[in-house]
């Protein structure tokens, strides 16, 4: 059974760079996308970014300027990098497993999420 | 970006009740939508894929049909572990899109 779970600092303080990192058991981490999505207690859910196994990635333009997602193949980890956070960023973090191979696309594991507060 | 609008944003059922969301994409999407369940605390689940496949261990009371821009997600016959709030997801093109969730509470 695929399992991912989320892991880094639960409070990071404005300005600085918020990272997390994924890591992935029980499966393989080839072909698929590795993605970050986070939500606003309270809101909806926003897509971050992915790394495919293959390297590229793909991120929102709303935080494309700040955002770096990456794969470590040799650890089964993928990691988030988000700088310059303010308030705006506290958010729970999921990462998850995103299958894209036609004609199937969605979201098939997730981790449990974690909780990041912006606070000084 | 693929705008996603659900409705309603909220709706109050009975168990056994017959419950209907829909989600509306800003342009077609062909088939490319996902239905996700999240409860208070947990990560979403998926249910749902290209619009009307359902997920593996998903129960058959879960369906969902449409393509292009109106979709629509149906439980026909409410339970109990029913109870959460569901969000439609455009996997068409990037930025993937959520819909902002329509929550499902106990009539």
């Known amino acids: 059974q695929v399992q991912l779970q989320e892991s880094g600092p639960g409070l990071v303080k404005p300005s600085e760079t918020l990272s997390l990192t994924c890591t992935v058991s029980?499966?393989?981490?080839?072909?698929?996308?590795w993605t970050w999505i986070r939500q606003p207690p309270g809101e909806g859910l926003e897509w971050i970014g992915y790394?495919?196994?293959?390297?590229?990635?793909n991120y929102n333009p709303s935080l494309k300027s700040r955002v770096t997602i990456s794969l470590d193949k040799s650890k089964n980890q993928f990691s988030l990098k988000l700088s310059s956070v303010t308030a705006a960023d506290t958010a729970v973090y999921y990462c998850?497993?995103?299958?894209?191979?036609?004609?199937?696309?969605?979201?098939?594991?997730w981790g449990q999420g974690t909780l990041v507060t912006v606070s000084s | 970006a693929i705008q996603m609008t659900q409705s309603p944003s909220s709706l109050s059922a009975s168990v056994g009740d017959r419950v209907t969301i829909t989600c509306r994409a800003s342009q077609g999407i062909k088939n490319d939508l996902g239905w996700y369940q999240q409860k208070p605390g947990k990560a979403p689940k998926l249910l749902i894929y290209?619009?009307?496949s359902l997920q593996s261990g998903v129960p058959l009371r879960f369906s969902g049909s449409g393509s292009g821009t109106d979709f629509t997600l149906t439980i026909s016959s409410l339970q109990p572990e029913d109870f959460a709030t569901y969000y439609c997801l455009q996997d068409y093109n990037y930025p993937l899109t959520f819909g902002q969730g329509t929550k499902v509470e106990i009539k």
């Open positions: 790394v495919h196994y293959s390297g590229n990635t």
């Open positions: 998850a497993r995103r299958v894209a191979t036609k004609p199937v696309y969605c979201f098939d594991y």
């Open positions: 290209t619009a009307s």
């Open positions: 029980g499966g393989s981490i080839s072909n698929y996308y």
